[in-house]
């Protein structure tokens, strides 16, 4: 049975509290993450601004293995205060239809209420994926090298690809 996820009040101070301990910023074209954290690696494509299905289950794998039951989603393409400007909602870790049904239309945050992980989806369907050691070793996706492949495929010829060497060579599965 699908649980819905909860569209929850942005200025919650555990919310702030949870996003400060996992970003440093909210672009996902340059390394965004805390600095103590762990770079796990890159995903491309999502689908859209979602994860796609195996994308999702394996940082929800990882998720569970660091005592998470829940995430959250955060639209972060705002000017000023995205907390009180955009939308954010509470998802149980293992449903992936109800994630799938976000309305989800602007680059966004998915990650841990705890602050032990995130990951930043951008328009251009990459993510950068990070948190604490355990929870990197625990997210096994077997499409770490292919998805870097396919996103240094797609942009090979794009003159404006020069976000693309600085993640890859901070973001290694």
Same mark, same amino acid.
């Given at each position: ?41 890159? =995903? ?37 205060? =995205? =907390?009180?400007?955009?939308?954010? &909602?509470?998802?149980?870790?293992? #449903? ?10 602007? #680059? ?6 705890? @602050? ?16 604490? @050691?355990? =929870? ?7 499409? &770490? ?29």
């Amino acid at each position: 049975m699908n649980m819905p996820a909860q569209l929850i009040d942005g200025s919650e101070g555990w919310l702030r509290e949870a996003w400060n301990a996992v970003f440093a910023g909210r672009d996902p074209f340059v390394d965004s993450l805390q600095q103590d954290l762990k770079r796990c690696g890159l =995903f491309f494509p999502t689908d859209g601004y979602h994860l796609t299905d195996e994308q999702f289950r394996a940082v929800m794998s990882a998720a569970r293995a660091v005592g998470d039951s829940q995430f959250v989603v955060s639209e972060v393409e705002y000017a000023g205060d =995205f =907390f009180r400007r955009g939308r954010h &909602w509470l998802c149980p870790v293992d #449903e992936f239809a109800s994630y799938v049904e976000l309305p989800l239309v602007l #680059e966004n945050a998915v990650y841990s209420p705890a @602050g032990k992980w995130g990951l930043l989806v951008s328009h251009e369907q990459h993510a950068i994926v990070g948190g604490v @050691g355990s =929870f990197c070793r625990a997210a096994k996706y077997e499409g &770490w090298e292919r998805d870097r492949a396919a996103l240094l495929s797609a942009w090979a010829r794009s003159e404006a690809r020069g976000w693309i060497e600085p993640l890859m060579s901070r973001y290694r599965p």
